[in-house]
């Protein structure tokens, strides 16, 4: 019989305010139970917490919080369904007041009795004994609701081990600090090869270039890799390892000489087809290319000599980077041949070879300009992944207090002779920024082949009047060293807190063309109103970087042979313990030996 | 030819419905007026009177004096019925109780004459039922379960209210013939006799050996015992008392699930179903006499010792240990919930 029925029974036979206390009583009992099981709920609660804190000492559960807010929810819902559940009917109320109450089962009895339809005088009497016994129920001492010690006891336990374990600093912390940063670094390096993927991507839209796609697919591949497993710093510094080790191998080693070469061949190649000398200054591939079609349109229509002009022209372009670009110099050659062969036979069929020629040489030019976007997107990938594995190798690191200066960087190499006013070797030594490893060495790097004549008339007016017209012969490069230790403690270094270099210094190159000398505005000049003469310089003055910049805290000046030593050894050993590329080995070695103090 | 000669009559033939009330007094002055002559035993009385107004026998078991005769004598002296006591011996045939046929001459003929045993009375005291042989215990039983006897054909009902109190002495075992189990439980109450407390024995002591001997009063007729009877079975008893009744039954059987380790260890055979029905009965009486209108568990648990300490049979191991099925009982009373647990 349902609930609806007994009460409709009840209010029918017990009269309505026995059906009223009833109803109290039943509310009570539900509350007792709300509250018992509420307990229980709250012991739970209490131990899966302090369980998934004692777990997340033991592992580097990130997701420690997530999860005890997910236990407690859950259990909170649980214990709201069983709360829900556990309503009691009114013959449970009835029956658990007659148990606890010392009623002797007049209410359960009168209940069963209500439903029924009889006369009998024993069943009257009962219904109405019944209802007298639970008018004098006190209800408000009925179903008290009480504390159970058991579930109490390990509701403290749990929320006592709980706080205590959540105010106990967490060893994990470190290493979850260190797994979300190498995960946030994984993030911004994936957005950064994405983004050279999508620009790889785009700009092979028009000339498409299977190589290109298979690097921006591996770039894809990598990113996506990246933000999948990105909180394991090792594998995310492998998996950048490997696709380092593919982009090596796509790396032409001659890739810069190449790339100079085939701008000065297609500079040339189109003040050769165009015969103008100032055509394609910028040695633009494409304009070579199209210049070289439109040679061919024309060479129909051009005179003997005109064509044998154009054609011993597009062979000493040729000849001048076949070394460089000799495929490209090659086709141009062929091309300068037949040009020269029409000229000379003046034939139709000639003619026609020869602008088949020129057109094929344009094709070459055009190959050797894809292959120089290749190289350039390689690099730039190369740039990026480097980028990134230091970015990831450095996320959740320590860092140092600051960064070492650039450590007394040689002088820029005296500036050399002559006495030239000013033309003091730039000082050695840029203080390395605070935290950022491997500060630039110095500007040791810069050839000390500053110009040694600074113009007298520096603005503050200096003296040393001489405009300093010949640069000075300071061409012997700084040696500064730097060091991109991030701390060195006085009284030595200390081993426990040294992650080693994460950038070594960087070599530097003399380039006479396209280096980084360049020259100098002129700031005054004889005959000028207000030039002042000056006197002769008293010859260069050796400077010596200071090493107190930015972040030089520590009172140590490093002998380069010792920070050398340090930095080499803990590469090797770097290097013998992790699984590194070959060829990045190599790289690594050579590297070092470049730098090998040669003293 | 055995002439059929009537039965004896009922104490009343037309039993006016009682008041639960009316019950209650006239249970309570059966059990003064025996108090007046029993000193204590209050159990024993009480467990007595649920048996006779269960319509129903009794099997008393205690050591010789400790007034088992002296109860049955009482209660049929306040109860204004017929009494008959029928002390068993080896020698005592079933004739000797049920009575047997006798030749008469009447008017010049001889013919066969139904001569009563001393089974045809209201209160039979049944003394030392296990000194007779299986076959007169048969006689008795028989009369006991059918409420007649039977002699050459002809069948003899016996007068309401019909009630047996059975007595046997748990000490002497040789020369006697222990009831078999199945008519052990015929048996509505197997009740204990106790040996009195020394309180006690000091009022027994002064009742006994002085001048004065009290004199005990009619408390109820015949037809106010049948009347009850009919009163006490009216008593309404929910079904979760009721199933908690059989809920003790099932726990006497040592197959059935969750029963106590001592039903699993040392009982052979549980309670037949006549268990639960003395309980259910013995428990409406038991709330009558407490002034209720329903069946509480109490009363269930109250009557269930005397209702299945006979019903319940030990094996090798229980009798070697020496365990009584009172404590049996209690631990199904203890293991078995009333209500669900909250």
């Known amino acids: 019989m349902t609930d609806r029925l007994v009460v409709e029974a009840v209010g029918e036979r017990l009269g309505t305010d026995a059906l009223a206390r009833l109803r109290s009583l039943r509310r009570r009992l539900w509350w007792r139970r709300a509250v018992r099981s509420g307990l229980v709920a709250l012991a739970a609660a209490a131990v899966g917490a302090a369980l998934v804190q004692l777990l997340a000492r033991a592992f580097p559960l990130e997701s420690a919080p997530w999860l005890q807010a997910s236990l407690v929810t859950v259990v909170a819902t649980a214990w709201l369904g069983l709360i829900i559940r556990a309503r009691p009917t009114l013959v449970e109320a009835a029956r658990r007041a007659d148990e606890e109450l010392d009623l002797r089962q007049r209410l359960g009895t009168a209940l069963e009795l209500a439903r029924r339809e009889t006369d009998d005088p024993l069943e009257a009497r009962q219904l109405a004994d019944a209802r007298v016994r639970l008018h004098a129920v006190d209800l408000r001492r009925a179903f008290r609701p009480s504390l159970a010690r058991r579930p109490l006891a390990i509701a403290g336990v749990g929320l006592a081990m709980t706080l205590l374990l959540v105010a106990w600093p967490n060893p994990q912390d470190s290493v979850i600090d260190q797994r979300r940063a190498a995960r946030d670094a994984a993030e911004r390096v994936a957005e950064e090869v994405e983004e050279i993927a999508d620009e790889i991507g785009e700009e092979n839209v028009d000339n498409p270039d299977p190589r290109r796609e298979e690097l921006e697919r591996q770039l894809r591949e990598l990113a996506r890799q990246l933000r999948e497993e990105g909180a394991d710093r090792e594998a995310t510094l492998a998996r950048i390892g490997s696709v380092q080790e593919a982009l090596a191998r796509m790396t032409d080693p001659r890739a810069a000489e190449r790339d100079a070469a085939l701008t000065q061949l297609a500079r040339a190649t189109s003040r050769a087809a165009a015969d103008d000398e100032d055509a394609n200054a910028e040695g633009d591939p494409e304009e070579a290319a199209r210049d070289l079609e439109e040679l061919g349109e024309r060479a129909g229509s051009m005179t003997a000599d005109e064509a044998a002009a154009r054609a011993d022209a597009l062979r000493q372009a040729a000849q001048a980077s076949a070394a460089s670009q000799p495929a490209a110099s090659r086709a141009l050659a062929e091309a300068a041949e037949a040009l020269d062969r029409a000229a000379r036979s003046g034939s139709q069929e000639d003619r026609e070879a020869a602008q088949e020629a020129l057109d094929r040489a344009a094709d070459a030019v055009r190959e050797a300009a894809g292959d120089r976007r290749l190289q350039r997107d390689v690099a730039r990938s190369q740039s990026a992944l480097q980028d990134g594995a230091r970015q990831v190798a450095r996320a959740g690191q320590p860092t140092g207090s600051s960064g070492q200066p650039g450590a007394s960087g040689q002088p820029g190499a005296s500036g050399q002779p002559g006495g030239q006013p000013g033309s003091s070797g730039q000082p050695g030594g840029q203080p390395g920024s605070s935290g950022q490893p491997g500060g630039q060495p110095g500007s040791s790097g810069q050839p000390g082949g500053q110009p040694g004549g600074q113009p007298g008339g520096q603005p503050g007016g200096q003296p040393g009047g001489q405009p300093g017209s010949q640069p000075g012969p300071g061409s012997q490069p700084g040696s500064g060293g730097g060091t991109n230790v991030r701390r060195i403690p006085s009284g030595g270094l200390r081993t426990g807190g040294f992650d080693g270099p994460t950038q070594g210094n960087q070599g530097f190159d003399v380039d006479g063309d396209h280096g980084v000398l360049s020259d100098f505005d002129r700031i005054g000049r004889p005959g000028d109103p207000d030039f002042v003469a000056g006197g002769d310089g008293s010859g260069g003055t050796d400077q010596s970087g200071s090493g107190s910049g930015v972040g030089f805290d520590n009172d140590a000046v490093v002998p380069y042979r010792s920070v050398f030593d340090l930095f080499h050894d803990y590469a090797q050993a770097s290097l013998d313990r992790q699984q590194v590329p070959i060829t990045l080995k190599d790289l690594v070695r050579d590297y070092f030996s470049r730098l090998e103090p040669t003293e | ?342």
């Open chain 2, 1 to 342: 030819m055995t002439e059929p000669i009537p039965t004896t009559a009922p104490a009343s033939d037309a039993t006016q419905p009682m008041s639960p009330e009316e019950f209650a007094e006239l249970a309570s002055a059966i059990e003064r007026e025996v108090g007046t002559f029993i000193v204590g035993q209050q159990q024993l009385v009480r467990q007595t009177l649920i048996s006779l107004l269960a319509g129903s026998h009794a099997l008393l078991e205690g050591v010789p004096g400790l007034g088992k005769t002296m109860l049955v004598r009482t209660m049929s002296e306040a109860l204004d019925l017929g009494f008959s006591r029928i002390q068993f011996t080896p020698d005592l045939m079933p004739a000797d109780i049920v009575g047997t046929n006798i030749i008469v001459e009447e008017g010049g003929e001889r013919r066969f004459r139904f001569q009563q045993g001393p089974i045809f009375s209201n209160l039979v005291l049944a003394d030392e039922i296990n000194r007779a042989t299986p076959k007169t215990q048969s006689a008795l039983l028989e009369a006991m379960q059918e409420h007649r006897v039977t002699v050459a054909k002809q069948q003899y009902t016996l007068s309401e209210p019909f009630f047996v109190l059975a007595t046997q002495n748990p000490l002497e075992m040789e020369g006697t013939y222990p009831l078999p189990e199945a008519q052990l439980d015929r048996f509505f109450f197997k009740i204990d006799v106790p040996f009195p407390s020394e309180e006690d024995l000091v009022r027994i002591m002064d009742r006994t050996t002085g001048g004065a001997q009290p004199s005990v009063g009619k408390a109820a007729t015949g037809a106010q015992v049948l009347a009850m009877q009919q009163l006490a079975r009216d008593v309404p008893i929910a079904s979760h008392v009721m199933a908690y009744a059989i809920r003790i039954l099932r726990g006497t059987h040592p197959d059935t699930e969750r029963v106590p380790e001592i039903v699993r260890s040392f009982v052979r055979y549980g309670a037949s179903p006549r268990g639960a029905q003395a309980i259910v009965l013995g428990a409406k009486i038991h709330a009558l006499l407490d002034g209720r209108f329903n069946v509480a568990y109490a009363d269930v648990q109250a009557v269930a010792a005397p209702a299945l300490r006979h019903r319940i049979i030990l094996n090798f191991e229980g009798e070697a240990e020496g365990i009584g099925t009172d404590s049996v009982v209690r631990a199904i009373i203890g293991e078995t919930p009333t209500e669900p647990a909250e």
